[in-house]
């Protein structure tokens, strides 16, 4: 006889209805003559030919400040493709009251009411909004169609749909209840307000940190990079449609420092939901330990910062599957990604194949305008991206120990072009094997056969970061060993494979050590971040004496 061992969450049992099984949203391929394609480019040509205005979203209400600053392509910033309206102290102000004030209401709501606005909204993206948050993140963010795909649409659908199943689950997970007593898990929204800051590489991370905490019943303020208000403006209009209630997430635009002063200085600050750098970060966790006395509640602090991610290769490793790994790990979306492949360590016997290899598929890639589906990368971000890039190129060109193998071209005549560089390192303490660069620069360091042992010790030792990793191997003796020797090293750990493209569901997405507080967005590990649990005890039948039974005399 079959058993049904899934747990039913208690809300079902009150009348909740339990929501609809998540999948992971199909990825489209924008193949020549598809109708998905065709769609698409008359959009990105729409969206091209605008430029609109970027209010603030406080309180429901749109607000223009007339303090305005150009939005840009990245790879053609002559074009300008909106005005964001900047805020400041009293903007920011305005927006913790919009979100306090609605927090009562909106925390009261139930699980399924909550629900329904992110299910509408992922399924408002698989349809009618795909074009348009593919397209403004295509534009905004120098994305190329397959990256804007996998981003934009794909993982933010997955974070909406995925989420109301991970808050089910957390829900389900209850006391045990002995005999004339109901114990119960009341699962608080935080006292507060939530701040979220959201990163430009990912329009799904942007959609993610203000909604994930909103789905779990708290309000929030949401700041977005300044280079990625173009798809948040559309993110927020999508959720808007959607059903979410005003007040519920608060949308300013403005300089970073002046907006983290006004929030991290509120009493009511109850969460911050973060991912950008370390050193932004550090800041963010410095001021509040030294405001923690101001804050009604210890505000959760919830951070996913950089990388300095790694490619280990053994000697048993398939050179074409690792070719491969290397350049989607490295160069994808310009190595603008948090887990981007930066350091590579391979063993001398394989090198002189897998160099000629990866030299000649360097070679191959194009880059340019995004809206040229033949372009494999667009440009790195700004010019101060552009800047830091060119000092590591300049740096390897110098360097008698560094040698640029392929790539290293600068151009910025109209945007911030960066070639698909890889270098070779004869100094395992390298500045281009240690530091974050965030560009498309992949840094390889060529070890003899028999010290694959040290060079574990050194990816483990000679960095600060713990996001990503992978391992090629084929021997499962050396997978086993490496695996549990560079268990703190990544959080996300990848045999025979590139270390980017964590799937919601799949692999939950975070590292520790510089690399974060390693929360695991896409996981209700982040969700259960966002509540603050009540153990309530209900007796039915109470005892109406103080006497225990051994205090009667014999």
Same mark, same amino acid.
């Given at each position: ?11 079902v049992?009150?009348?909740?209805a339990r929501p609809p099984?998540p999948g ?7 193949a ?10 008359r959009?990105?040509s729409?969206l ?9 979203v406080?309180?429901g209400?749109a ?5 305005l600053?150009?939005v840009?392509?990245?790879h ?5 493709l #909106?005005? %964001?309206? *900047? /805020?400041g ?8 009251? +919009?979100?306090?004030? =609605?927090?009562?209401e909106?925390?009261r709501?139930?699980p ?6 992110f ?10 909004w ?13 994305k ?26 957390i ?5 045990v209840?002995?005999s ?9 929204p ?7 800051i959201?990163?430009f590489?990912?329009?799904a991370?942007a959609?993610?940190?203000?909604? #994930?905490? %909103?789905l *779990? /019943?708290?309000?929030?303020v949401?700041?977005p990079a300044?280079? +990625?208000m173009?798809? =948040?403006?559309?993110?927020m209009e ?10 519920v ?17 509120s ?20 001021t509040?330990?030294e405001?923690t ?5 210890y ?11 790694f490619?280990?290769a053994?000697?048993?490793?398939d050179?074409d599957?690792l070719?491969?790994?290397i350049?989607?790990g490295g ?30 598929e360097?070679?191959?890639i ?6 040229n589906f033949?372009?494999f990368?667009?440009?790195v ?10 000092v ?7 360097r ?7 790539g ?12 698909p ?26 070890y ?6 040290d060079?574990i ?14 391992l090629?191997?084929r ?21 025979n ?7 919601v569901g ?19 590990w ?10 309530i005890?209900?007796t039915?039948a109470p005892?109406?004496?103080y ?5 009667v005399?014999?």
């Amino acid at each position: 006889m079959h058993t049904n061992t899934h747990v039913v969450p208690l809300a079902v049992e009150h009348g909740y209805a339990r929501p609809p099984a998540p999948g992971n949203e199909p990825v489209r391929d924008y193949a020549p003559g598809s109708p998905e394609r065709a769609s698409l480019a008359r959009t990105l040509s729409q969206l091209s030919g605008e430029r609109i205005g970027l209010p603030l979203v406080i309180g429901g209400r749109a607000v223009e400040t007339g303090r305005l600053a150009p939005v840009v392509m990245p790879h053609n910033y002559h074009h300008v493709l #909106a005005d %964001a309206h *900047m /805020g400041g102290s009293a903007e920011v102000d305005a927006s913790i009251q +919009a979100a306090l004030k =609605a927090a009562p209401e909106w925390s009261r709501r139930s699980p399924t009411e909550r629900a329904a606005v992110f299910l509408k909204a992922a399924d408002l993206l698989a349809g009618p909004w795909r074009n348009r948050l593919n397209a403004a993140t295509m534009l905004g963010q120098s994305k190329t169609v397959h990256q804007a795909e996998i981003d934009s649409a794909a993982e933010l659908i997955d974070f909406w749909r995925w989420n109301v199943e991970f808050m089910y689950r957390i829900y389900a997970e209850q006391s045990v209840s002995p005999s004339g007593v109901w114990n119960r898990i009341d699962y608080r929204p935080l006292e507060g307000f939530v701040f979220a800051i959201t990163p430009f590489n990912f329009t799904a991370i942007a959609g993610n940190l203000p909604s #994930a905490p %909103a789905l *779990m /019943g708290n309000t929030v303020v949401w700041k977005p990079a300044a280079t +990625a208000m173009y798809s =948040a403006h559309f993110v927020m209009e999508l959720l808007r449609e959607a059903g979410l209630p005003d007040g519920v997430i608060n949308l300013v635009y403005g300089d970073g420092a002046e907006i983290a002063n006004v929030v991290l200085s509120s009493p009511h600050l109850a969460g911050v939901h973060f991912t950008g750098s370390t050193g932004v970060f550090n800041n963010i966790v410095q001021t509040i330990g030294e405001r923690t006395g101001i804050y009604r509640t210890y505000p959760r602090v919830v951070g996913e910062t950089g990388g300095k991610n790694f490619v280990l290769a053994h000697a048993s490793a398939d050179r074409d599957a690792l070719a491969a790994a290397i350049i989607r790990g490295g160069f994808e979306y310009q190595g603008q990604k948090c887990s981007a492949a930066s350091r590579i360590y391979i063993p001398e016997s394989l090198w002189p194949s897998l160099r000629e290899r990866l030299c000649d598929e360097i070679a191959t890639i194009r880059v340019g305008d995004i809206a040229n589906f033949s372009n494999f990368m667009g440009a790195v971000i700004d010019e101060k991206a552009w800047s830091k890039h060119a000092v590591a190129i300049d740096e390897a060109r110098s360097r008698p120990d560094t040698t640029i193998l392929t790539g290293g071209g600068l151009d910025k005549d109209h945007g911030y072009f960066v070639e698909p560089t890889l270098v070779v390192t004869t100094d395992p303490r390298s500045r281009l094997l240690r530091d974050e660069l965030f560009g498309p620069i992949v840094t390889a360091f060529v070890y003899p056969d028999n010290g694959f042992r040290d060079m574990i010790t050194a990816i483990d030792e000679s960095s600060l970061y713990g996001l990503t990793g992978a391992l090629f191997a084929r021997d499962r003796s050396v997978i086993a060993e490496a695996s549990d020797e560079l268990r703190n090293a990544a959080g996300n750990f990848y045999i025979n494979d590139k270390p980017t493209g964590a799937v919601v569901g799949q692999q939950p997405f975070g590292g520790a050590r510089a690399s974060g507080t390693n929360d695991k967005a896409g996981s209700m590990w982040n969700l259960i971040r966002w509540v603050s649990p009540r153990a309530i005890k209900e007796t039915f039948a109470p005892p109406t004496d103080y006497r225990y039974p051994f205090l009667v005399a014999e």
